[in-house]
Every structure is written in structure tokens, then in C-alpha cells.
């Protein structure tokens, strides 16, 4: 097996790979641990989902119209409200172990940082431009913009891997929950 | 007499699980079906998911190479949902926050998984 991925020349893009996963796992089992198996976090969360369920039907009734548009917008504001509040708490909730999982994400960036800086783990299929290129080459000799660094992989890995983990656990933010638009991060905080 | 009241059990089980898993899938297709917000958010998700799977694979294997290809994998997983909610499952988007609020589900996600799995096969298969 070790002598069949020595022979790509790009193998220690599997590593990267690897590490990623096992650090998705890892940290998922940390948040599972510090948040979401405790009764609060499981409360607010339903507590979000529900109002914003209540928002939603609030909102489409409105639309069609009807008598008292005053006060029906008086109770969507105290929803809107109870909502963002809810969301607040939720977010201070994961501070503790978004902490934890920040310096675990630290430390494995360190430890592939220590086993393949100045080295291309990949080749890109395209020629990266800007900031993306900056990422892309980070540590890399030479100028060749399709040379890949541990970096921008371990980058993709995460966001890729980590977001489709919390998805299929059930552990990603609750969509009523604001913040959650075009580019929503997994869930806690990342480096 | 409990041996055999837990294996009839069981065989409940696996029946209403194969019943749940037809029911799930012929819903995935029924324009007729009603849709919970969250519940399509889901499927529109793993369907981009998919979509940049297949992608990549297809992509880093030929290979394509040039980023117009991150843009035809765009408005192709784009077309693809937009297609799968509107024609398929005939859903009106003003109850589910327009067209812009189901394109972006799992968007960035599918994109990253996107450009992972076509540099990995790219990187493995052709070098």
C-alpha cells in the first residue's frame, strides 16, 4: 500500500487529506463533547427553530394582507427580536469549545506547516490570480503560480470536509439563525 | 415466544425503513409533495455536493485545465438545481425566499469540495 501512494508523485496531497479528515472528526467530537450534547444549547436551538417557523408564517400572512397591520408588525418586530437574541446566546454558547477548536486547528496547521513547508503538495489545473495566489504558493520556491501549497489544500479540506461533516451530523447552524449567507464557515469559529 | 416477537419486530423495522427510504426517494421527484424550508435546503445541498463530486472527478480526470472550468462547474451545478426546483419539483420560490436563497445553498461548500477533489485527481492521475 505505502509503496503504491509513493509512486504519485503529488501523494503527500493524501496525507493533507488524511490529517483534514481525522481533524474534522476530532473536532466535531470536541463540539459534540463541550456543546451540543448539553440541554441549553439543544433549548435554544429549538427555540430558534421554532421562532423562526413563527416568522415565516408570520411574514406570508402578512403579505397576503389583512386587517391590523400595525400590531401583526408590532409581533413580527418581538419575534425578529426574540429570534436575534436567541442567536446571540447560541453564538456566546460555542465560545468555549470554539476556543478549544481553534487551537486544535492551530496546532495541526502547525504540524503540516513543520512536514511540508517549502514543499508542492499538488499541481493545480488552473493559474490562481491575487489573494488566492498568495495562499496558493505560500512557502513555495520558484514561480510557478500551479504549484499548490499544504496551505491552500488543507484550506479546501476544511471548509469542504468540516461543513459536510456538521451537515450529515445535524450539528450546522440553524438557517433562521442570522450570519448564515453566501459563504457560511463550519461551524465554530476556524483559523 | 420473545425470540420470535423480537425477529417479527425486526422484520417491522426493515420493512418500514425500506417503506421510509421508497417514500423519501419518491418524494425527491413528486411535484406534487409539500416541502418544509429546511427540508429543501437539505436536499439542494447534497445535491451540489454531488454535483461538485461528479465534477471534479470528471474534470481532473480528462483533464480540464484553465479556471473558465470553475465558472462552467458554476452556472452548471446552478442549472442543475435551479432545474431540479423549478421544473422538477415545480416550487413556487417566493415561499422559500427566492431564487437567490436556494441557489446559495451549499454553494461555497460545494465549491471548495469542488476544487479539492478536481486538484487531487488532477495531481494523482496525471503526474
Not at chain 1, 403579505?63 to 446566546?89: A, C, F, H, M, Q
Not at chain 2, 426517494?25 to 418544509?36: G, R
Request: glycine share 8%; hydrophobic share 45%; charged share 20%.
Amino acid at each position: 500500500m505505502a509503496s503504491i501512494l509513493s509512486s504519485f508523485k503529488y501523494s503527500d496531497s493524501l496525507s493533507v487529506v488524511g490529517i483534514s479528515i481525522c481533524t474534522a472528526f476530532l473536532c466535531e467530537g470536541i463540539s459534540w463533547i463541550l456543546i451540543y450534547r448539553t440541554s441549553s444549547y439543544k433549548s435554544l436551538r429549538s427555540t430558534i427553530d421554532k421562532a423562526s417557523k413563527k416568522l415565516e408564517i408570520m411574514k406570508t400572512v402578512d403579505n397576503k394582507g389583512g386587517s391590523n397591520k400595525k400590531s401583526k408588525t408590532k409581533k413580527i418586530d418581538r419575534v425578529e427580536t426574540s429570534l436575534k437574541e436567541s442567536s446571540r446566546d447560541l453564538s456566546l454558547a460555542k465560545i468555549k469549545s470554539g476556543a478549544v477548536v481553534a487551537l486544535v486547528l492551530f496546532v495541526v496547521f502547525g504540524l503540516l506547516n513543520s512536514l511540508f513547508d517549502g514543499t508542492a503538495v499538488a499541481k493545480l489545473p488552473f493559474a490562481p490570480t491575487g489573494f488566492v495566489q498568495k495562499m496558493s504558493h505560500r512557502g513555495l520556491p520558484g514561480n510557478d503560480p500551479t504549484d499548490c501549497s499544504m496551505a491552500f489544500l488543507y484550506f479546501l479540506c476544511s471548509i469542504s470536509i468540516r461543513t459536510n461533516l456538521q451537515k450529515f451530523l445535524g450539528f450546522s447552524p440553524p438557517r433562521g439563525a442570522p450570519g448564515t449567507g453566501l459563504f457560511p464557515m463550519p461551524d465554530p469559529k476556524i483559523n | 415466544m420473545r425470540e420470535g416477537k423480537s425477529v417479527k419486530f425486526n422484520i417491522q423495522q426493515q420493512q418500514q425503513s425500506g417503506h421510509i427510504s421508497q417514500f423519501k426517494f419518491a418524494k425527491l421527484l413528486d411535484p406534487e409533495a409539500s416541502w418544509d424550508k429546511d427540508q429543501l435546503g437539505d436536499v439542494l445541498h447534497w445535491i451540489r455536493q454531488v454535483v461538485a463530486l461528479v465534477c471534479g472527478l470528471l474534470w481532473g480526470a480528462v483533464p480540464f485545465i484553465g479556471a473558465i472550468w470553475i465558472v462552467v462547474f458554476l452556472v452548471l451545478s446552478s442549472g442543475i438545481i435551479y432545474g431540479y426546483y423549478s421544473i422538477i419539483l415545480k416550487i413556487d420560490e417566493e415561499d422559500f425566499g427566492g431564487h437567490g436563497a436556494l441557489l446559495q445553498d451549499g454553494l461555497f461548500a460545494s465549491l471548495t469540495l469542488f476544487l479539492l477533489v478536481w486538484i487531487l485527481i488532477y495531481s494523482l492521475a496525471h503526474f
